[in-house]
């Protein structure tokens, strides 16, 4: 399995309150990536990043900020947490590809975080 | 714009019979195609990829998917249904020079009845 970790695992908090996801990677991998998962929408893109200090936006990134300071960590901020982003949010990780060649990703084991 | 269409929610099959995952996708561009499996509270797993090098994709836990370009498919099969298939399958979409971002189909949960 790729060396992906994110912490915490588990979080409860309160509306109004910032949290931050950490994603830590052992694989030296350019790409990385934040999503959520809800039933009945699959997995959804937040934000992702293209190297150090590289990122933009996703499919659904309003009320989401990232922040990669070294290959290894990619940060998920919400920065003031409402009940809809109560949510699944995995990690992922891909190599940069060559010859036109598309990577496939690899999965963390996701952070459940609920919101009251 | 890429989009990926999983036809059927939920899917129910008899252990030992064939395993058929719809996938539908919409793409401008030559797309590459992947199916990932997900066991209950575990992260995505990848089953199998389509990178233009072979229409017939064969995957792990004997899983395979054909891309059939002229139906714009990528469906997912496997010819006998074990127990331990039971779990949730995504089809995925990317392209060439998009960062190998992905985009998801809704998912298909596959239940196996003894």
């Known amino acids: 399995d790729a060396g992906i970790t994110q912490s915490p695992r588990h979080k409860v908090t309160e509306t109004g309150t910032p949290v931050t996801l950490r994603c830590h990677q052992t694989e030296n991998h350019r790409y990385m990536y934040w999503y959520r998962q809800d039933p009945g929408h699959g997995l959804r893109l937040i934000h992702y990043?293209?190297?150090?200090?590289?990122?933009d936006k996703g499919e659904v990134s309003d009320g989401y900020s990232v922040s990669r300071s070294k290959t290894e960590d990619f940060l998920l901020t919400l920065e003031s947490a409402t009940s809809s982003q109560t949510s699944v949010y995995f990690c992922?990780?891909?190599?940069?590809?060559?010859?036109?060649?598309?990577?496939?990703?690899?999965f963390g084991d996701g952070t459940r975080l609920s919101i009251l | 714009a890429q989009s990926v269409t999983q036809l059927g929610s939920h899917v129910s099959v008899s252990e030992g019979a064939l395993v058929l995952l719809r996938c539908n996708y919409s793409s401008s561009v030559p797309p590459y195609l992947f199916w990932y499996v997900q066991y209950p509270n575990q992260g995505l797993q990848l089953l199998l990829k389509?990178?233009?090098?072979?229409?017939l994709v064969k995957g792990i836990n004997g899983f395979e998917a054909e891309f059939k370009k002229s139906e714009t498919s990528f469906h997912l099969t496997k010819p006998s249904a074990h127990m331990s298939d039971a779990a949730e399958y995504f089809c995925a979409v990317t392209f060439s020079g998009g960062y190998n971002k992905l985009i998801f189909g809704a998912g298909t949960r596959l239940a196996v009845h003894p």
């Open positions: 990043s293209y190297g150090v200090k590289d990122t």
């Open positions: 992922a990780i891909s190599e940069y590809g060559t010859g036109g060649d598309s990577q496939p990703q690899h």
């Open positions: 389509y990178t233009s090098a072979a229409t």
